[in-house]
């Protein structure tokens, strides 16, 4: 999995690319770790990304937990219907702002 | 469906049996007495005063659904906030209970006797029929006053743990109002039922406060008000109590149709159904049983008790179900007797009525909520399969204070649900094409005729050939769940 992100002020994107699994889930998981702290908002761009497994969702939870302790907020945005389906199948749908 | 297992008996069942007895008598007292009252006022009596004891059941009733809003909210949030351990908030939650409970009593017994005369006459009752059913009102306005209260202390007793304190009160309150009532029917006619009723609606009071004697009470006194969580009581206990409000419109009705209808003369097939409804109320403590252990469970976000005891109640609803409508279908013919209703032609009308309505004490339904899971299939018999797709939430443990939606579907014999993981739908082949739910949907349908353990033998057999061996990462789990005939073994 390929993650580029960029910063502007309080906010963070980060793009996707190829498939968030068990082996590449903790890449997001080490980037975040290194540039969440002090972010309002964060979005996460799926265009690229072709697949995303629990272990993805798993990162994805962990980190909408710790924005909304922040008081912060998480979006997702260019989620394909694969994904998008997924996210409805594990109720994360409503959970997530998605775009 | 398999309605029966033979596990070994857990501490959290032996704890829901115990309390289902206790519970049981618990909603039964209201029943007992309006069942009781009927029929002793058919038997020493006759068939007027039965008729005057229906017209004052609605009013009966509206007090044992405002009674019912407090009694059953309040226990199960005060059970709650225990389990949290927050005594602070536990307190306040009874506190409040107390306070509202007194406030509807008073209120409903004002109501009683500024409107009472009026709303009797709605029913256009023979003058017999008034007179008996102003005798019989004349006490009941007092009973009216304290049921809140005692409804109240009832239900906390019970679910502070008193299983002994709370069963005693109601069966001294059961058994003395049917022998007083038949002591005193014979000296003071219908207004000797109606003082034996509240005497022992008192009576009952008395021995419940004995708990707050004992070293295990941990219920303080107060007087406390919130409209939050008087808010939150009432979104704990309106369905349970609404069907007192519903047996409430349901009489009123009956009286007022029947009476306009067909006559005064008939109003005792008003009485008739009413006492048939009453009946199927009296086994209705699972509701009592299971709302102490779910709170428990709720308050310690224990996931898998809760499943479990709400699995086990769900069975025992199913069973006491059937018990309660073969009860009725056979003693039907005997009602109109113990009610001394001796026409033929109201005879033959009170047994089908009884019949009629004992069907409504039989159901199969299945009360549903999704945690983050495929929806699953519901197949009709005649009926294309279907998805489950409503009150679909979260995964299970993906959020704290997470809130699952509720929903019920009937379910008729014949009728199945498959239940199966992502890992079926998601199950791929060598260029990585999913099974997907187009072929699952195929497969059961094409299934109606086989059983459900064919079922699932054809459709794993299915997602194998797709998978052509490619390794899968997912497991593969599927349930059926086949509605059977009665005379089917379960």
């Known amino acids: ?38 972010m309002q908002t964060l979005t996460l761009d799926f265009k690229e990304c072709d697949y995303v497994s629990s272990a993805g969702l798993r990162v994805l939870l962990a980190t909408y937990k710790q924005m909304k302790a922040a008081k912060g907020s998480m979006e997702l945005i260019n989620v394909g219907p694969d994904f998008k389906d997924v996210l409805m199948n594990t109720g994360l749908d409503a959970v997530f702002g998605i775009f | 469906m398999q309605l029966f297992t033979k596990n070994k008996q857990t501490m959290m069942s032996k704890k829901f049996f115990s309390m289902l007895a206790g519970g049981t008598l618990t909603m039964m007292v209201v029943s007992v007495m309006l069942m009781s009252d009927s ?49 602070e908030r536990a307190d306040q939650v009874f506190g409040l209970g107390v306070l509202m409970s007194i406030i509807m009593g008073v209120v409903l017994f004002v109501l009683t006797c500024l409107f009472g005369e009026m709303y009797l006459h709605s029913s256009s009752p023979s003058e017999a029929i008034l007179n008996e059913a102003r005798g019989y009102l004349f006490w009941m306005r007092f009973t009216i006053l304290i049921i809140p209260f005692q409804s109240l202390i009832a239900a906390t007793v019970y679910s502070n743990g008193d299983e002994t304190v709370s069963t005693i009160a109601n069966g001294v309150q059961g058994l003395g109002n049917i022998s007083f009532s038949i002591i005193l029917s014979h000296f003071l006619g219908i207004r000797g039922i109606g003082l034996a009723s509240f005497t022992f609606y008192v009576v009952s009071v008395l021995i419940l406060l004995i708990h707050f004697r004992r070293k295990s009470n941990t219920l303080r006194w107060n007087l406390y008000f919130s409209p939050d ?26 009286n007022t149709f029947i009476g306009a209808r067909y006559g005064p003369e008939y109003l005792i097939l008003a009485s008739v159904i009413t006492l048939s409804r009453e009946f199927q109320l009296l086994f209705d403590g699972i509701g009592q049983a299971s709302a102490p ?27 006491e179900g059937v018990i309660v409508t073969l009860i009725l279908v056979i003693i039907a013919p005997f009602v109109p007797q113990v009610l001394n209703i001796t026409r033929p032609e109201l005879f033959g009308h009170a047994v089908a009525g009884i019949r009629m309505a004992a069907l409504g004490a039989t159901f199969i339904s299945l009360l549903y909520t999704n945690a983050g899971h495929n929806y699953p299939y519901l197949q009709r018999k005649g009926q294309p399969s279907c998805i489950i797709e409503k009150n679909h939430g979260l995964f299970l443990g993906g959020l704290e204070f997470t809130q699952y939606k509720q929903d019920e579907i009937h ?62 990462f997912d497991d593969i789990t599927m349930i059926v769940l086949s509605i059977k005939n009665q005379e089917e073994n379960t």
């Open chain 1, 1 to 38: 999995m390929k993650l580029t992100h960029e910063k502007n002020g309080t906010d963070l994107t980060i793009h996707l690319s190829g498939e968030m699994n068990t082996l590449t889930a903790p890449e997001l998981s080490a980037l975040l770790d290194k540039e969440l702290d002090g």
């Open chain 2, 39 to 87: 029929i002793i006022a058919g038997s020493v009596i006759g068939s007027d005063a039965v008729a005057g004891v229906t017209l004052v059941t609605p009013l009966y009733s509206l007090a044992a659904f405002f009674g019912s809003v407090i009694s059953l909210g309040v226990p199960i949030l005060y059970t709650t906030e225990m389990g949290k351990f927050n005594k």
């Open chain 2, 411 to 472: 379910l008729d014999p014949g009728d199945r649900i498959l239940l199966y993981t992502d890992g079926v739908v998601e199950a791929h082949d060598k260029s990585g094409g999913l099974y997907g739910n187009d072929r699952l949907e195929k497969m059961l349908d094409s299934s109606r005729n086989l059983t459900g353990e064919q079922v699932l033998q054809q459709i794993l057999n299915d997602v194998n050939v797709f998978a052509a061996g490619v390794p899968q």
């Open chain 2, 293 to 319: 252990i779910f709170s428990v469970y709720l308050g310690e976000e224990n996931r898998s008790g809760l499943r479990s005891s709400y699995a086990l109640a769900n069975r025992v609803a199913i069973a």
């Open chain 2, 229 to 254: 969580v008087l808010g939150e009581v009432i979104r704990y206990s309106i369905i349970d109590s609404s069907c007192y409000l519903f047996f409430a419109i349901l009489t009123a009705v009956l």
